[in-house]
């Protein structure tokens, strides 16, 4: 959210899309999206991720559970830089979207263990960013902790908590650190 929050596309919109959040029946409509009756239930026709992130930036969250059989579709679509909705018969759609994706695995690895596709892979790592787990970056700690709080928080905590967010090994990573907050200042407003 940030990248696109500072970069030139900030105007254009922002749309995320969980691959692993919806069924692999459903990812194909969410991404190119359909046109009225192109398949039962198909009742309008609906505007995909792709299309609408047109302008922006498009965040594909948890890629590489993503359907093998999806992948040569994305892939084409991002190198063509066009699609067509399911159902449609008429002239492709162009779009301009940077497209950003994470993953919870090694895609790399991912790859040689035929999981998911060479091609998109390398049409998708222009750049490459490895973001430790928390408990290898507790330098963030102070930075995560006033991010997600409404003012700057981390200076005014109790040398206690500050020890106890560093001690901690964060298991749940940024969510888990996001929720202790949440918790603490829930327990502070009683």
């Known amino acids: 959210k940030t990248i696109h929050q500072l970069s030139p596309r ?19 409509s969410e991404l190119f999206g359909h046109e009225k009756g ?45 699609f067509r909705r399911l159902g449609a018969s008429a002239a492709s759609i162009r779009f301009d979207t940077r497209v950003v994706v994470a993953s919870k695995k090694d895609l790399w690895a991912e790859c040689k263990a035929g999981r998911f596709r060479e091609d998109l892979y390398f049409r998708l790592s222009v750049f490459t960013v490895t ?10 700690i102070p930075l995560l902790v006033d991010a997600f709080a409404p003012s700057p928080v981390w200076a005014r905590l109790p040398k206690e908590v500050r020890d106890q967010f ?13 929720n202790a907050l949440e918790r603490a200042q829930h327990l502070a407003d009683m």
């Not at 900030?10 to 194909?28: K, N, Q, R, T, Y």
């Not at 560093?166 to 996001?178: F, T, Y």
């Open 10 to 28: 900030a105007g254009g919109p922002f749309v995320v899309f969980d691959c692993a959040a919806v069924s692999d029946s459903l990812i194909e």
């Open 38 to 82: 192109a398949f039962t239930g198909a009742v309008s026709q609906r505007i995909g991720c792709l299309e609408r992130a047109h302008g922006g930036t498009l965040f594909l969250d948890e890629i590489d559970d993503l359907a093998l059989d999806l992948q040569p579709k994305l892939l084409r679509a991002l190198e063509d830089r066009e």
């Open 131 to 140: 973001l430790p787990a928390l408990r290898d970056r507790k330098e963030d």
């Open 166 to 178: 560093q001690g901690h090994s964060w298991p749940g990573n940024v969510r888990e650190l996001r």
